[in-house]
C-alpha cells in the first residue's frame, strides 16, 4: 500500500481546528485530488489536556515542538500559530530537518520570508503561504502562477476587513468611529486591542508580501507607508460622498520602469470602482498586468474556513510536488534590486479639507498657491460658515506629484487665513 503524507500540525486555535476539520470533512476528494492519504499524525498544543470543540485523538497532541520537527515520519509541517517566536524557528528547524512547510502566518512571512525562503531553496523544501494574506482568496497563487508570463505594475486591495467594516459602518449608518470599532469589537472582527488593524500595520504586511510577489522583488515592512484610519471622521466620509468617492483603507503597491512605491493608507474611490462596493468584512484585491490588463479578486478576508481552504489547497499543491519530485524548485524568491520611489516621482490625485476664515478673498489667495507650485484643481466645494466666521473649503486636485502636493500644504498652513488642514487623501481610480 503506497505510504500517505503525514502532517504535522502547529496550533489548533481557530484556524488550526478548520484544517481538521475541512481535511476529515474532504478526506475522499482530497484523496483523488493530491494522489495521497492525508494523515495528521501530531499537533503541537500548549495544553494537551484541555477540553475542545474538535475531537483529535489524544495520542496525537502534543505540547513537545521536537515530536513534529524531530519527527521522521512527518513530511509536511503546518504552522498556524500566529505571531513570530516561537514559529519563526519552528519552520526554519522543520526545513532544516527536510520538511515542507505551510503556514498563514503574514507577519512572519513579511518580517522574515527572505530568510525563510533561503533556507527552503538550500534544503530542496517547499513553502507554501497563500493563507497569510486575504484568507479564502487566492491571489497569491495568481501572482505567482496565473500571472507568472505577464509584468504586473499595480496591485490595488482592501486586505484588512476589520477596518473595511468600520469604514463600511460609517458610510453606510452614519455611525462615529468609535461606535464601528465598538460595535466590530462585539461582532468579532476587531480584536480587544486593534491597534494593529486600525494603525494599518496588519494590511501594510499583507501588502510587503503581494509587492514582492507581483514585482519579484523584495518589498519590506519599512518600506510600506502606513497610515491607518484613526483620523478619519464622518465629515470626511460624508464630503467624499457629496463629490462621487467612497473612503477605504487601501493597499497599494505600484512600479513604474524599475521603481517601486508601496502604501496603506485611507484612500477615495470613485463610486464606480469596483473597490469602492467591497462592503463589511470582505477583502478584494485588483491587479493591473500590462498583458491581461485588469483582473479582480474578492471574498472572504479571513475566518477559520476560508483560511482553512487556502492551507488545505497549498497542502494539496506540496504533495502534488512531493509526487513529482520537484519540491523546493518552484520556491518564487525575488530576484530585482528594490529602488523606491521619491516623493517626487509618487503621482496620483489629492483631496484636502481645510478650515478658513470665512471672507472675501481666501479662495483666490489659495488658488494663487496651487498654481505658483503648478497643482491644478479638478473639483472644488465650499461650506459656508456659520457665527464663528470660519468656513470649509474641500479640494481636489488633478494628478500632481507627492512631493508638489506637500509644498502646497506646507504653503497653505502658512496663511493666517488657513486656520486649520482638517484632512488629506490620496484619491485612486479614474485618472486623467
Not at 149 to 155: N, P
Request: hydrophobic share 40%.
Amino acid at each position: 500500500m503506497e505510504q500517505p503524507i503525514r502532517v504535522g500540525l502547529m496550533g489548533l486555535g481557530t484556524v488550526g481546528s478548520s484544517v481538521v476539520q475541512l481535511l476529515e470533512a474532504n478526506q475522499e476528494d482530497l484523496f483523488h485530488r493530491s494522489g495521497k492519504q492525508i494523515v495528521v499524525e501530531k499537533v503541537l498544543v500548549k495544553h494537551p489536556e484541555k477540553d475542545r470543540s474538535i475531537q483529535v485523538p489524544s495520542e496525537c497532541l502534543t505540547d513537545q515542538s521536537d515530536e513534529i520537527l524531530k519527527n521522521e515520519r512527518i513530511d509536511l509541517v503546518i504552522e498556524v500559530m500566529g505571531g513570530i517566536e516561537p514559529a519563526r524557528s519552528y519552520i526554519l528547524e522543520a526545513l532544516k530537518h527536510g520538511k515542507h512547510v505551510i503556514t498563514a502566518n503574514k507577519d512572519l512571512m513579511a518580517l522574515h520570508g527572505e530568510e525563510i525562503l533561503s533556507v527552503a531553496t538550500e534544503k530542496g523544501c517547499d513553502v507554501f503561504y497563500e493563507a497569510s494574506v486575504a484568507g479564502g482568496i487566492p491571489v497569491l497563487r495568481a501572482l505567482t502562477e496565473g500571472l507568472s508570463s505577464d509584468r504586473v505594475t499595480k496591485i490595488v486591495g482592501i486586505v484588512n476587513g476589520t477596518t473595511n467594516y468600520i469604514l463600511s459602518e460609517m458610510l453606510n449608518k452614519e455611525a462615529p468611529f468609535e461606535k464601528a470599532l465598538a460595535q466590530a469589537q462585539e461582532l468579532g472582527y476587531a480584536e480587544a486591542d486593534p491597534t494593529a488593524d486600525v494603525e494599518g500595520l496588519d494590511a501594510a504586511r499583507k501588502v510587503a508580501i503581494l509587492a514582492t510577489l507581483g514585482f519579484r522583488t523584495r518589498v519590506s515592512l519599512n518600506e510600506v507607508f502606513i497610515r491607518g484610519i484613526g483620523s478619519v471622521t464622518l465629515e470626511d466620509v460624508r464630503f467624499a460622498m457629496q463629490l462621487g468617492y467612497i473612503l477605504k483603507l487601501v493597499g497599494i503597491a505600484q512600479r513604474d520602469e524599475d521603481k517601486v512605491e508601496a502604501s496603506v493608507q485611507p484612500v477615495l474611490l470613485p463610486e464606480a470602482h469596483p473597490l469602492a462596493s467591497v462592503n463589511g468584512v470582505f477583502n478584494a484585491v485588483y491587479i493591473y498586468g500590462e498583458a491581461v490588463g485588469e483582473t479582480m479578486f474578492y471574498g472572504p478576508g479571513a475566518g477559520g474556513m476560508p483560511t482553512a481552504t487556502a492551507v488545505v489547497a497549498d497542502l494539496v499543491t506540496a504533495i502534488h510536488n512531493i509526487g513529482m519530485g520537484v519540491s523546493g524548485q518552484k520556491v518564487v524568491r525575488p530576484y530585482q534590486e528594490t529602488v523606491l520611489k521619491s516623493s517626487k516621482e509618487v503621482f496620483s490625485k489629492h483631496f484636502l479639507r481645510l478650515r478658513v476664515a470665512d471672507h472675501a478673498g481666501v479662495m483666490a489667495r489659495l488658488t494663487g498657491i496651487f498654481a505658483e507650485v503648478g497643482v491644478s484643481l479638478e473639483k472644488v466645494l465650499q461650506v459656508p460658515g456659520g457665527q464663528d466666521q470660519e468656513a470649509e473649503i474641500v479640494l481636489v486636485t488633478h494628478r500632481t506629484s507627492q512631493y508638489q502636493l506637500e509644498e502646497v500644504c506646507h504653503r497653505m498652513e502658512e496663511l493666517p487665513v488657513v486656520h486649520r488642514l482638517m484632512s488629506h487623501y490620496r484619491v485612486e481610480g479614474g485618472e486623467d
